[in-house]
T-cell receptor, first 117, second 116 residues
Framework: AQKITQTQPGMFVQEKEAVTLDCTYDTSDQSYGLFWYKQPSSGEMIFLIYQGSYDEQNATEGRYSLNFQKARKSANLVISASQLGDSAMYFCAMREGPGNYGQNFVFGPGTRLSVLP | GAGVSQSPRYKVTKRGQDVALRCDPISGHVSLYWYRQALGQGPEFLTYFNYEAQQDKSGLPNDRFSAERPEGSISTLTIQRTEQRDSAMYRC??????????????FGAGSRLTVL
């Protein structure tokens, strides 16, 4: 069974508008971490934002925020004020278990975001 | 080092040859991960290590694939008797593993393998 589901293979957004990229996950662990990475056409993997399962507040990092709904097992990425440079593949990932034990990370299939001028 | 270093960046080999891909993680990082990524898809987990111990190798596709990290630092992913379907980007990542904090994976630039 897929542990990370990203149902949007591709998304378009107008420059300066906000966009939400969906991610749902499946785990029976109580302690886990959720991550979003950006992969531009250059191929590098860029960490964007992290949410711990016990964090009560939604994570924010500049224009990025994570809409964490634990009961629904969703961790959607919200990008505000989209810029042309946001065009890239976006991957949701999950680490099961506490981070200090170095558990496995699994990635979703990704969403390709295209920002239109 | 300052970042995760992978070599070679590009490898072209003939079907049936063995290849070894190397990963030098960030100094002090406890965990080291190997992923395979096809074009337009997400990273596919292969295996990971904590220090020198291989914790999970369930993602290795078959027994032609193996990995080691003998001294808990540099790791080598070896593919024996390569096949065309092994062509992909192979990515290494490492993380620090502190008691608190996100313990984010930092990725290397990857090794692109092409099997002719």
């Amino acid at each position: 069974a897929q542990k990370i589901t990203q149902t949007q293979p591709g998304m378009f957004v107008q420059e300066k508008e906000a966009v939400t990229l969906d991610c749902t996950y499946d785990t029976s662990d109580q302690s886990y971490g959720l991550f979003w990475y950006k992969q531009p056409s250059s191929g590098e993997m860029i960490f964007l934002i992290y949410q711990g399962s016990y964090d009560e507040q939604n994570a924010t990092e500049g224009r990025y925020s994570l809409n964490f709904q634990k009961a629904r097992k969703s961790a959607n990425l919200v990008i505000s004020a989209s810029q042309l440079g946001d065009s890239a593949m976006y991957f949701c990932a999950m680490r099961e278990g506490p981070g200090n034990y170095g558990q496995n990370f699994v990635f979703g299939p990704g969403t390709r975001l295209s920002v239109l001028p | 080092g300052a970042g995760v270093s992978q070599s070679p960046r590009y490898k072209v080999t003939k079907r049936g040859q063995d290849v070894a891909l190397r990963c030098d993680p960030i100094s002090g990082h406890v965990s080291l991960y190997w992923y395979r990524q096809a074009l337009g898809q997400g990273p596919e987990f292969l295996t990971y290590f904590n220090y020198e111990a291989q914790q999970d190798k369930s993602g290795l596709p078959n027994d032609r694939f193996s990995a080691e990290r003998p001294e808990g630092s540099i790791s080598t992913l070896t593919i024996q008797r390569t096949e065309q379907r092994d062509s992909a980007m192979y990515r290494c990542a490492s993380s620090l593993n502190t008691i608190s904090g996100a313990n984010v994976l930092t990725f290397g630039a990857g090794s692109r393998l092409t099997v002719l």
